[in-house]
C-alpha cells in the first residue's frame, strides 16, 4: 500500500507545484503587459497608434494565458493517465500475490490431504487383517485419491501449458451426444455426490479436442456438485441450437454473486478467502474450461438458476452436416 500513498502525494506535490508556477507565470504576464501599457502611453505619436498598440498587446497576452491553461491542461491529462496506469498496473500486482497466495495454500492442502490419505489406506491394509470386501473398497478408495491427485496435477500441467499458449487443440469429428453421454455415465457412480440427472439431445456433432472436452465437462459437473448440498441434484442438458450446440450444467447450490460472475474463470481465482474457505480446489477449474470453450471458437456464461444455484451455459459452434 506504501507505494501508492507515495504516488497519491506525489501527485498531488506535482499539481500543487504547478497550479502555483502557473498562477506566478500568468501574474508576471500581467505585469509585464502593464509595464508595456505604461510604455505605449509614453512612447506613442498619436491616439491612434497607441490604440492599434494596446489592442496588439492585449491579444498578445490573451495568447499568452491561452497557451499556459492549454499546456496546463495537457500536462494534466498526462500526469492523470500516467498515475492511473500505475494505479492499476498496481492493483493487479497486488491481486495476483493475493491469488497466488491463495494458490499456494489450496495446492498444499489439495495435495497433503490425498496422499494422506492413500499413506493410511496402505499402512491399515498392511498392519491389519482385513477381509476382501474391506480390503478392496480400501484400495478403491486409494485409487481415487491417487486419482484426485492426477486430476490436480493434470490441472495444474495444462494451465502452465495454456498459459503459455502451448496447448494445441486436435480437430476431431465428435459426436458430441454420444460423448457427453459417455462422460456423465461416468460421473454418474461416484458415490455421496449430488445425484446427475442428464438430458441430451441425439446427434449432435461438433469438431473439437476430446481429451479438452472432457476435462470441460468433468470441470463443470464437479463444480456443480462441489458448490451444492450431496441431497441436491445437478442436471445437465444438451441441445441443440441454430448454429451451435448449448450445454448447460445447472445445480442448487451456493451460486455465483453477479460481481463474481467474470471473475471466477480467471487463473487461481476462487470466492472467499482460502483461510476461511471449506471446499477443496485451486481455482484453475474454470480458467482451463474458459480457455478450452475459447479454443473451440465456443462462449460461456455463468447465470442464476432458479430459485438458487448456478447455470454455466456454454454454446460451441456446430458441425454442419452435409
Ligand atoms: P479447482 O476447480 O481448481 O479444483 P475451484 O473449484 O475452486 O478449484 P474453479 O472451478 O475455477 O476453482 O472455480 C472458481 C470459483 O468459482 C470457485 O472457487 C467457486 O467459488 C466459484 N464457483 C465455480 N462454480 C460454481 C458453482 N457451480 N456454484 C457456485 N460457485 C461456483
Ligand atoms: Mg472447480
Redesign the pocket.
Known amino acids: 500500500m506504501r507505494p501508492v500513498i507515495f504516488l497519491y502525494v506525489l501527485a498531488f506535490y506535482i499539481l500543487l507545484q504547478f497550479s502555483w508556477w502557473a498562477y506566478l507565470l500568468i501574474d508576471l504576464n500581467n505585469e509585464v503587459f502593464e509595464h508595456r501599457i505604461e510604455n505605449v502611453a509614453l512612447t506613442a505619436v498619436s491616439e491612434e497608434a497607441k490604440q492599434a498598440e494596446t489592442i496588439l498587446l492585449e491579444k498578445k497576452i490573451r495568447q499568452r494565458h491561452l497557451m499556459v491553461i492549454g499546456e496546463g491542461a495537457v500536462f494534466l491529462i498526462l500526469l492523470a493517465w500516467g498515475a492511473a496506469i500505475s494505479i492499476r498496473s498496481f492493483n493487479k500486482e497486488v491481486e495476483l500475490a493475493r491469488q497466488q497466495k491463495n494458490f499456494l495454500l ?1 495446492i498444499t492442502h ?1 495435495f497433503k490431504s490425498p496422499l494422506a490419505s492413500i499413506k493410511l489406506y496402505l499402512e491399515t491394509i498392511l498392519k491389519h487383517k482385513l477381509e476382501k470386501e474391506k480390503e478392496t473398497a480400501f484400495i478403491n478408495s486409494a485409487i481415487r485419491d491417487a486419482e484426485r491427485l492426477d486430476n ?1 496435477v493434470e ?1 495444474t500441467l495444462l494451465a502452465n501449458l495454456m498459459d503459455h499458449q502451448g496447448y494445441k487443440f486436435a480437430k476431431e469429428e465428435i459426436n458430441f451426444s454420444a460423448f457427453v453421454r459417455l462422460i456423465s455415465q461416468k460421473l454418474q457412480t461416484i458415490p455421496n455426490q449430488a445425484k446427475l440427472i442428464c438430458h441430451i439431445e441425439d446427434n449432435l456433432f461438433i469438431i473439437g479436442d476430446k481429451n479438452a472436452l472432457s476435462m470441460m465437462v468433468f ?2 459437473v ?3 456438485r ?3 448440498t450431496p441431497d441436491s441434484i445437478v442436471e445437465l442438458r444438451l441441445e441443440d441450437r441454430k448454429n451451435s450446440v448449448e450445454l448447460c ?1 445447472m ?1 442448487n ?4 454473486p453477479d460481481n ?1 460472475k467474470q471473475k ?2 480467471h487463473r487461481f ?4 478467502n482460502e483461510e476461511k ?1 471449506k ?11 474458459n480457455y478450452i470453450v475459447s479454443g473451440h471458437k465456443g462462449t460461456i456464461k ?1 447465470i442464476d438458476n432458479k430459485p438458487k ?2 447455470i ?1 451455459k456454454v454454446n460451441l459452434p456446430k458441425m454442419q452436416l452435409s
Open positions: 489450496s489439495e490436480l490441472n470441470n463443470l464437479e463444480n456443480a462441489k458448490y451444492s450444467v445445480d447450490g451456493i451460486g455465483i463474481e471466477v474463470f481465482y476462487r470466492i472467499g474457505r471446499t477443496k480446489g485451486t481455482g484453475l477449474g474454470l480458467f482451463i474450461v455463468a444455484g448456478t454455466m
